[in-house]
T-cell receptor, first 111, second 115 residues
Framework: DAKTTQPPSMDCAEGRAANLPCNHS???????VYWYRQIHSQGPQYIIH???NNETNEMASLIITEDRKSSTLILPHATLRDTAVYYC????????????FGQGTELSVKP | DAGITQSPRHKVTETGTPVTLRCHQT?????MYWYRQDPGHGLRLIHY???????DKGEVSDGYSVSRSKTEDFLLTLESATSSQTSVYFC??????????????FGPGTRLTVT
């Protein structure tokens, strides 16, 4: 499984875009990049995923570099409720859907 | 939240006693998972199920067993609880991991304390 590297913590001002980086330099061609987040004391929440192309949904945008070795999750207008731990995960076909969670990035959105 | 409930939400038990945690879903998803979360370790997969009566081990399965007799319920049993099993336990569901896609939806968690 490809490993991911994320900064342990980041700060963001409320209303500004939060850009969370993830390095996955050993990713293989059939592996997807997933992002989840976990707000304190709650279960993790699925945010977005992608394979090659950039993706956008109502929660966030995912930018994947052309070589697929890194990606960035963008929260366009961060709010205090976006304060959470964000996990970048690589998952491939045939794993039975297993996700390997790392330590993630603790994002603090400040007023 | 997806239709996932966990029971109990909190439990305190003594070392050596059996404990069963229940995960119930109303989404008719095929896959179900049990994770535990501990400080410094993040979330770790205990067991998962890919259908009724079909289960497999995750990375930290020792001391745990599971059963799935119907689509909507996935039970996690600690046959003889130990203090090292004090943790927060999360259940998750997934429609059907295919083509690498794996959106999992998590329950609210069960906080288990073994004294």
């Amino acid at each position: 499984d490809a490993k991911t590297t994320q900064p342990p913590s980041m700060d963001c001002a409320e209303g500004r875009a939060a850009n969370l980086p993830c390095n996955h330099s050993t990713i293989s061609g059939n592996e997807y990049v997933y992002w989840y987040r976990q707000i304190h004391s709650q279960g993790p929440q699925y945010i977005i995923h992608g394979l090659k192309n950039n993706e956008t949904n109502e929660m966030a945008s995912l930018i994947i570099t052309e070589d697929r070795k890194s990606s960035t999750l963008i929260l366009p207008h961060a709010t205090l409720r976006d304060t959470a731990v964000y996990y970048c995960i690589v998952s491939r076909r045939g794993q039975g859907g297993k996700l390997i969670f790392g330590q993630g990035t603790e994002l603090s959105v400040k007023p | 939240d997806a239709g996932i409930t966990q029971s109990p939400r909190h439990k305190v038990t003594e070392t050596g006693t059996p404990v069963t945690l229940r995960c119930h879903q109303t989404e008719n998803h095929r896959y179900m998972y049990w994770y535990r979360q501990d400080p410094g370790h993040g979330l770790r997969l205990i067991h998962y199920s890919y259908g009724v009566k079909d289960t497999d081990k995750g990375e930290v399965s020792d001391g745990y067993s599971v059963s799935r007799s119907k689509t909507e319920d996935f039970l996690l049993t600690l046959e003889s609880a130990t203090s090292s099993q004090t943790s927060v336990y999360f259940c998750a569901i997934s429609e059907s991991p295919r083509d690498g896609r794996n959106e999992q939806y998590f329950g609210p968690g069960t906080r288990l304390t073994v004294t």
